[in-house]
């Protein structure tokens, strides 16, 4: 195994979790990086409808369920496992501040889609989310019942922004690493109403697909000379960005997008099309900075 930093993935007892967990022990063994079992005991804000001896119990109760949990997980883990390099650590921190410190010594986080309590999530935004927008390395949400097929694609989406050459290059590394053909998707116009400016528009929107078909090829070219071995092909619709890389990540074995792209600004952390996609890919996201 390596001395590079691991793959980290966080757990919780939920599905979503559980199918990270598992997703994350094929992704350590591939890339022969042992693997770390984060889980975050703790909760946002203080519960100051308790007393301070209340508070306690609930903090003992909750690092108590932790570590068997995480006891539970690396032992299965080392069964199924016994080459894999397994380490676990339950932290006193939310979920979200856990994966974040262990992001600083890791090479990739893994997240489930979902927590244990969603709606809970839809109000004060999912740990996935929050990982994604704020972790320095890049970050993979997978969910639960997402099944790819055996010849399933990486698709990395790209838009002209100075954040493709990232993109491409982790979508290509991930193709090469999985084996797998990669398929660069690009959408030439935000706007998804066929009509919606009439008839005279229609010459400029032969003009946007053709300057996207040179996008493609200007941007794909140096790192298909890279990676000659990787089936390469491409999507060009007129579409909205996040829709139509999560009808193409139903059928992917990965969809590869950056954390922010040309609509992005100095200080984001997580642009509205990545945004879109923690929440609502069909397949594992991985989202790179």
Known sequence: MSDAPGITVGVDGSAPAAAALDWAAGYARVRALPLA???????????????????????????ADGEH??????????AEFPELPVTGHV????????LLAAAASSDTVVVGSWGLDAAASLLLGSVSAAVAAHAPVPVVVVHDDHRP???????????GSAQDDVTLGAAF????????????????????VVGMFGSAAVPSWIEARHEADE??????????????????????????????????????????????????FSGMRLGSVARRLVHHADGPLLVVR
């Open 149 to 159: 097929g055996p010849d399933a694609p990486v698709v990395a989406g790209i838009d």
């Open 69 to 78: 949990l995480l006891a539970r997980t690396c032992d299965d883990l080392r």
């Open 91 to 98: 932290s006193d921190e939310t979920a979200v501040r856990a």
């Open 173 to 192: 590394t991930e193709a090469e690493r999985w084996d797998a053909p990669l398929v660069v998707a690009h959408a030439w116009s935000d706007v998804s």
């Open 215 to 264: 996008l493609i090829d200007h941007q794909v070219g140096p790192w298909r000379a890279k990676y000659p071995g990787v089936p390469v092909g491409a999507v060009v619709e007129r579409e909205q960005p996040a829709r139509m890389l999560a009808e193409l990540s139903a059928t992917a074995g990965l969809t590869v997008v950056g954390a922010h792209g040309r609509g992005g």
């Open 37 to 63: 079992v984060v889980t975050g005991v703790g909760w946002p804000g203080e519960r100051s409808a308790f007393g301070a001896r209340r508070i306690a119990q609930l903090k003992d109760a909750a690092r």
